[in-house]
């Protein structure tokens, strides 16, 4: 007789991701951007899309490209998209979020999937005896730690956890939370941090699926920002050579191997899933 584990992995992948309610943060370019496109042909109509970030312009230009209409596009599904403007490090940024997403909530959202992926690399050009001054830590650590746990929370009460409607948590994390690298102390504390506080909401929360995924080296600003500051000769050297070697990845090909293990639904909540373990 086959295991359930067993009979899991001959089951066909469900094809979408329901009607849903689904906040990115930082989706105006890099990986958030790519999230967006790619849930946006896998939700079904009557789904909506909350894009957060600073920049008005690169949002209204993914929202506009979404509402074409075309294969997998939000304007073919019935798929409405909205654009949040805000500064998630300031309080009335989040309210904005959360306001938008109530405004856009409907009773029929079966599933509402909320994605922490702004960030910032912070200055990896110094070495952490140099980070003495607490307002400069502080801002990182209110940008990369605080703001995804006060937003998961504000959208936590907003929508509340029940057994009747799917919640799905994802925080972009990185291998940065598990191992030092030299000169990063910003990076790997924030996002060691951050992976903590949702191991302890997957532990809090039964009624929510969370998910530390870490996307692997990516072809975006923060990677040109990393290979040119950083001050340890080794780590910067080997963000160059990746460069160098075509190695990096493409947000689509990371965001993809992130869909699919949306669509499977089987980590354990909590995990830290790395794409190189997929
Ligand atoms: N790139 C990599 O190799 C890599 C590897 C592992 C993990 N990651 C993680 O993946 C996520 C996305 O990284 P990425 O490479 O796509 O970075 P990116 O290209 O620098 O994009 C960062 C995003 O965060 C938004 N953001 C920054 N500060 C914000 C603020 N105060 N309020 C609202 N939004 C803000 C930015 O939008 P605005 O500037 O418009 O606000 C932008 O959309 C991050 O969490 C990063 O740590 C990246």
Not at 75 to 92: I, K, L, M, P, S
Request: net charge negative; proline share 5%.
């Amino acid at each position: 007789m086959s295991s359930f584990p067993a009979l899991l992995h001959t089951m066909p992948l469900p094809e979408d991701l329901g009607r849903a309610l689904c906040v990115i943060t930082g989706a105006s370019k890099g990986f958030g951007r790519a999230v967006a496109q790619a849930v946006a042909g896998l939700v079904t109509p009557g789904s909506v899309l909350v894009l957060a970030a600073r920049s008005g312009d690169e949002l209204r230009a993914l929202q506009a490209e979404l509402d074409q209409p075309g294969p997998g596009r939000a304007g073919q599904a019935g798929v409405r998209t909205e654009v949040v403007v805000a500064d998630v490090t300031r309080t009335e940024g989040l309210e904005r979020i959360v306001q938008t997403s109530k405004e856009a909530f409907s009773e029929s959202i079966e599933h509402i999937i909320l994605v922490n992926n702004a960030g910032s690399l912070g200055d990896v050009s110094r070495y952490t005896k140099s980070f003495t001054d607490m307002a400069e830590v502080d801002s990182y650590l209110s940008l990369n730690v605080s703001s995804s746990l006060c937003l998961t929370a504000r959208v936590l009460e907003a929508f509340p956890p029940n057994p009747g409607r799917r919640c799905t948590v994802i925080n972009v994390s990185s291998l940065c939370a598990l191992q030092p690298f030299p000169s990063w102390v910003l990076y790997c504390t924030g996002k060691a941090a951050r992976e903590m506080m949702f191991k302890v909401l997957a532990e809090e929360e039964p009624d929510v699926r969370v998910l530390n995924y870490s996307p692997g080296p990516l072809d975006t600003a923060m990677q040109v920002e990393a290979r040119s500051n950083t001050a340890d000769p080794n780590i910067k050297k080997s963000f160059s050579d990746m460069f160098a070697k075509g190695q990096l990845l493409t947000c689509e090909e990371s965001c993809a191997k992130l869909m699919k293990l949306l669509l499977e639904d089987t980590y354990t909540s909590g995990a830290h899933i790395d794409i190189y373990d997929l």
